[in-house]
């Protein structure tokens, strides 16, 4: 029995590394994907404003830096605010990938005790994604970059009722990032 054990493990670890190779096609078509969002890499900030139901307008400094990972196979975002007492009222981490087997993006996104996957349309110079938001309702986000200016814009859209604006950032380019990469754990 223990033979036919290590007879089978044997037969079993050129299957298990195969599992583990690259692949590289894909790998490719995933960089060359996420080239359409360099746009985003690097520091940002500026103004965003936030409209909550029952809630007055709430204006903070809004900061986002952006980076890849994985060879340029998926970038990495985060997002923070600054209210005007300089306590933290948002913060949020994300997740942009390629799938080249279904040539599809997505966003995994995670704030306030939330997370989850959502479809994402990228463009040249631009994305879209929503969140559902209820029975029959979503959140639907929109930004453009226009060379200079990061602009995104969220609604409120649930059936039968016109889509409600509640947030608008934009954002100014402040410089270069070397993060994620910058502090990576050596091999020594």
Same mark, same amino acid.
């Given at each position: 029995?223990?033979?036919?054990?290590?007879?089978?493990?044997?037969? $079993?670890?050129? *299957?298990?590394?195969?599992?583990?190779?690259?692949?590289?096609?894909?790998?490719?078509?995933?960089?060359? $994907?996420?080239?359409?969002?360099?746009?985003?890499?690097?520091?940002?900030?500026?103004? #965003?404003?936030?409209?909550?139901?029952?809630?007055?307008? =709430?204006?903070?400094?809004?900061?986002?830096?952006?980076?890849?990972?994985?060879?340029?196979?998926?970038?990495?975002?985060?997002?923070?605010?600054?209210?005007?007492?300089?306590?933290?009222? !948002?913060?949020?981490?994300?997740?942009?990938?390629?799938?080249?087997?279904?040539?599809?993006?997505?966003?995994?996104?995670?704030?306030?005790?939330?997370?989850?996957?959502? &479809?994402?349309?990228?463009?040249?110079?631009?994305?879209?994604?929503?969140?559902?938001?209820?029975?029959?309702?979503?959140?639907?986000?929109? *930004?453009? !970059?226009?060379?200079?200016?990061?602009?995104?814009?969220?609604?409120? #859209?649930?059936?039968?009722? &016109?889509? =409600?604006? !509640?947030?608008?950032?934009?954002?100014?380019?402040?410089?270069?990032?070397?993060?994620?990469?910058?502090?990576?754990?050596?091999?020594?």
């Amino acid at each position: 029995m223990l033979r036919l054990c290590l007879i089978l493990a044997a037969l $079993a670890l050129p *299957a298990a590394a195969n599992a583990q190779a690259a692949d590289t096609a894909a790998m490719a078509a995933q960089a060359e $994907a996420m080239h359409k969002l360099d746009w985003m890499h690097g520091k940002w900030r500026g103004e #965003a404003r936030m409209q909550m139901p029952g809630a007055g307008e =709430r204006v903070v400094t809004h900061t986002e830096r952006v980076g890849t990972m994985l060879d340029g196979t998926i970038a990495v975002i985060e997002g923070k605010s600054f209210g005007p007492d300089g306590k933290v009222p !948002f913060n949020a981490f994300a997740v942009v990938s390629f799938d080249a087997r279904t040539r599809s993006y997505a966003m995994q996104s995670y704030t306030g005790g939330r997370s989850g996957s959502f &479809p994402m349309t990228v463009t040249e110079r631009g994305y879209a994604w929503e969140i559902p938001a209820g029975p029959n309702a979503k959140v639907r986000y929109k *930004a453009v !970059f226009d060379g200079t200016t990061w602009t995104e814009t969220g609604d409120f #859209a649930a059936d039968g009722q &016109p889509p =409600r604006p !509640f947030f608008k950032m934009t954002l100014t380019r402040i410089g270069d990032s070397d993060w994620p990469g910058a502090g990576g754990v050596a091999r020594d």
